[in-house]
């Protein structure tokens, strides 16, 4: 928070937020500003309320919301940065297992949970994201519950799509989608953390697309989930997500950009799950469906799961419940429990 002169135009740093502690303004208290409320959070302790006093500068609390999920009170949360093979900067957040050590533990069975997003500049995709010090969000579909079943988790792993001057992103969609998991596998096994023969991907809408496109495209994964997801392009003709050609534009991209078009080379197991009530204009039930019947008749190994009475996203306790049960068996059968290769 700076206190700018209008007459100089010269700005006073006041107050900014400090490692290892996530900060920000909230309001202020009086007309001069000496007293104003910040939101303050680590990564093991939630966020609460407090009365910063720039005069005396006190700290006082004014909420005491405890741990939601004190159980995972001690995961390990690290912002990690990366290349890719073209010099693209990448960047993830990677969760280890409360007690976890690699030196002591070896690799664990890990899931990648992604979703792509286009930029037109190679400087914007790798601008840096999020905070080190930022509590550990735990969502009540989140995947990050895996956390509880001995798995490590790298979240977010930026899957940026560019296309810079006259090209277009979506141009080479799956050979930048590629490269960028590619990076990000190579990463977590330099690490020590997780070893190639048990990386699962996973995604939700359009991390459901990258999903099978990464399994259709490349043999880094051993196994996906992908949910609520359109795998078909052409049942999305007039555009999707940040392509604005339509089918008749740039039929080539649509099929090159479909998992569907592409199913005979899917040769790792894929759970599809998908609300059966889905009004995304882009993700109808039937993506999923049609998706499903051409993996199968191919020979793959896949698993359809309709959720009753639920749209993009899964609200209801049964359904959430039997999602993660789903997700849980699924990764138990063909990551944890695959063998190593030496």
Known sequence: MDQLDLKSLKAERLWQSQAPHYEYF???LDERGDQFI???ETVTEPPNYYIKNLKTNDLK??????HPTPQLKDIKKEIIQYKRDDGIDL??????PPGYSPEKDGPLPMLMWAYPREFKSAKAAGQMRGSPYQFVRIGSTSHMLLLTQGYAILDGPTMPIIGEGDKEPNDTYVEQLVASAKAAVDEVVKR????????AIGGHSYGA?????LLAHSDLFCAGIARSGAYNRTLTPFGFQAEERTYWEAPEIYFNMSPFMHVNKINEPILLIHGQADNNSGTFPIQSERFYNALKGHGATARLVMLPYESHGYRARESVMHMFWEMNQWLNKFVKNVPIHE
């Not at 609390?61 to 405890?66: D, R």
């Not at 020590?192 to 990386?199: H, L, P, T």
């Open 61 to 66: 609390q004014i909420t005491f919301f405890s």
């Open 38 to 40: 910040i939101r303050r």
């Open 209 to 213: 697309f990258m999903t099978a496109n």
């Open 192 to 199: 020590g953390v997780a070893d190639r023969d048990r990386i």
């Open 26 to 28: 909230v309001k202020f």
């Open 91 to 96: 960047m993830a957040t990677l969760y280890l």
